[in-house]
């Protein structure tokens, strides 16, 4: 007899030996409560919807293999399907962007360029570096005159050296003082060469100091490769390609003197008179500036126009260079371009709240109409693929109507910029425990989605 058998008969005979009776039962009854709780989950569980499909009301919301735009795609969305009105002769580029802190279903940003993107001799719309230039080495707060400039007999000769090169002019005369907002008026709006120079040697010394510091300005503001060769643009060898002039089109909007004196129709200035602004596009089709220039028989035009599409500000800044159209023509047929793309800026409600978003079809065959819980309303550009994507939830055994079965995730080439629940308007009928038990393998998502709260796709 071992001790421990000796400690036990001592403190409590014979029947501290004895084995355990009764645990058989409990077991049983726990494995069968398990068995039918598990037999009530394949009965009348939660119904697996996310493999379901949908039919979508709006046909171009369908999701197809062709649809599938890559992240990378989406950013050179190309005018394929936009129906775009380019000038007849030269090259053209463009940059559309919505402004502000729009939702992302109201973004739309656009670049786009047309005909061969070489540099062109830029002629006048040189005067926007100058303007820029002279602003930086001497700057001037929007509303400010600045400093008197006092003109001289250089000045006088200047005005006639360019009348003999058949340049634009305007009036000098000696002794006048001019403030340095109304140089700058004259070097913009009727495009005077004399006044030009006689900005760029106040401002820096001489023209060969200007022209001097030129190319490291135009580096620094990512214009390399830009050429100039004179402050005016009456050299021919002042070349831009039309992305590097939208670029330029750009830096003259963010500086508000220039914005200001291009988007300005008329200006009075003293012992002149009034000076008008040869854009002749200004307030049609929201354009507000840039600039105009011309050389022997070629043309140009930067311009910039703001406009709304459903209360979302938009932003164009464009150029068409190399034009052999004057611009009596070259300007009417970029107002033409600018209703083409305001025309391709497509709006509307791809998804509307209470109205029918498709049929939904689940994996055993069961319709449903589906209507959308939310309003998206969504900015493309036209020929950019809007689609709709399912996103199944988990739902109860008959799901009524008015239940929500997923989720619409609205996408723009690629894109999600969107979304609304969807709702069942019609029950879905059950499948049968038939279908459960052949199908066991795919309760286990909608349980775990109904406890979590999670969809699948």
């Given at each position: 007899?071992?001790?421990?058998?000796?400690?036990?008969?001592?403190?409590?005979?014979?029947?501290?030996?004895?084995?355990?009776?009764?645990?058989?039962?409990?077991?049983?009854?726990?494995v069968a409560s398990i068995l039918l709780a598990l037999a009530a989950w394949v009965t009348w569980g939660p119904l697996p919807v996310q493999s379901a499909s949908i039919v979508f009301a709006d046909a171009s919301l369908q999701?197809?293999?062709?649809?599938?735009?890559?992240?990378?795609?989406?950013?050179?969305?190309?005018?394929?399907?936009?129906?775009?009105?380019?000038?007849s002769t030269g090259a053209a580029a463009f940059v559309l962007r919505s402004l502000g802190d729009q939702p992302a279903a109201s973004q739309v940003n656009v670049s786009l360029t047309h005909g061969e993107q070489k540099a062109y001799s830029i002629a006048s719309v040189t005067k926007l570096v100058t303007a820029l230039r002279v602003l930086d080495r001497r700057p001037l707060q929007a509303?400010?005159?600045?400093?008197?400039?006092?003109?001289?007999?250089?000045?006088?000769?200047?005005?006639?050296?360019?009348?003999?090169?058949?340049?634009?002019?305007?009036?000098?005369?000696?002794?006048a003082s001019l403030s340095q907002?109304?140089?700058?008026?004259?070097?913009?709006?009727?495009?005077?060469?004399?006044?030009?120079?006689?900005?760029?040697?106040?401002?820096?010394?001489?023209?060969?100091?200007y022209l001097a510091s030129?190319?490291?300005?135009?580096?620094?503001?990512?214009l390399s490769g830009m050429t100039i060769a004179d402050p005016t643009g009456i050299d021919e060898r002042n070349q831009a390609t039309p992305e590097q002039i939208v670029h330029l089109g750009e830096l003259a909007l963010a500086n508000p003197v220039v914005r200001q004196i291009v988007s300005t129709p008329t200006a009075d200035i003293p012992g002149i008179g009034e000076i008008k602004n040869h854009n002749s596009l200004l307030g049609?089709?929201?354009?507000?500036?840039?600039?105009?220039?011309?050389?022997?028989?070629?043309?140009?035009?930067?311009?910039?126009?703001?406009?709304?599409?459903?209360?979302?500000?938009?932003?164009?800044?464009?150029?068409?260079l190399g034009s052999t159209e004057d611009h009596s023509k070259l300007q009417p047929e970029v107002g033409q371009l600018i209703q083409s793309i305001r025309q391709s800026i497509?709006?509307?409600?791809?998804?509307?709240?209470?109205?029918?978003?498709?049929?939904?079809?689940?994996?055993?065959?069961?319709?449903?109409?589906?209507?959308?819980?939310?309003?998206?309303?969504?900015?493309?550009?036209?020929?950019?693929?809007?689609?709709?994507?399912?996103?199944?939830?988990?739902?109860?055994?008959?799901?009524?109507?008015?239940?929500?079965?997923?989720?619409?995730?609205?996408?723009?080439?690629?894109?999600?910029?969107?979304?609304?629940?969807?709702?069942?308007?019609?029950?879905?009928?059950?499948?049968?425990?038939?279908w459960r038990i052949a199908n066991i393998g795919l309760l286990p998502g909608p349980a775990w989605s109904m406890v979590t709260g999670q969809t699948g796709s």
């Open positions: 007899m071992t001790r421990r058998r000796s400690e036990l008969l001592a403190q409590g005979g014979a029947a501290a030996l004895k084995p355990a009776r009764g645990i058989g039962w409990p077991i049983t009854i726990v999701q197809n293999d062709a649809d599938t735009v890559t992240a990378d795609a989406a950013a050179d969305v190309r005018s394929v399907d936009a129906q775009l009105v380019w000038p509303g400010d005159q600045g400093p008197s400039i006092t003109m001289t007999q250089a000045d006088e000769d200047l005005m006639k050296s360019y009348l003999e090169q058949n340049g634009s002019v305007e009036p000098v005369t000696v002794g907002f109304q140089v700058l008026e004259l070097s913009l709006l009727p495009s005077s060469n004399n006044y030009t120079t006689t900005l760029a040697t106040w401002a820096f010394g001489s023209v060969d100091d030129t190319p490291a300005w135009l580096d620094a503001n990512g049609q089709q929201g354009v507000d500036g840039l600039k105009t220039g011309s050389l022997a028989d070629v043309f140009n035009l930067a311009y910039s126009a703001h406009f709304s599409v459903d209360g979302v500000p938009f932003e164009l800044v464009g150029a068409a497509v709006s509307r409600d791809v998804l509307v709240a209470g109205e029918s978003a498709g049929t939904l079809t689940t994996s055993w065959g069961a319709s449903a109409n589906a209507q959308s819980a939310a309003t998206v309303h969504v900015l493309s550009w036209q020929g950019t693929p809007v689609t709709g994507r399912f996103v199944g939830a988990s739902v109860q055994a008959g799901a009524r109507a008015g239940s929500q079965v997923g989720t619409v995730l609205i996408e723009r080439a690629g894109e999600q910029v969107g979304s609304a629940p969807l709702l069942i308007s019609q029950s879905i009928d059950d499948p049968g425990l038939g």
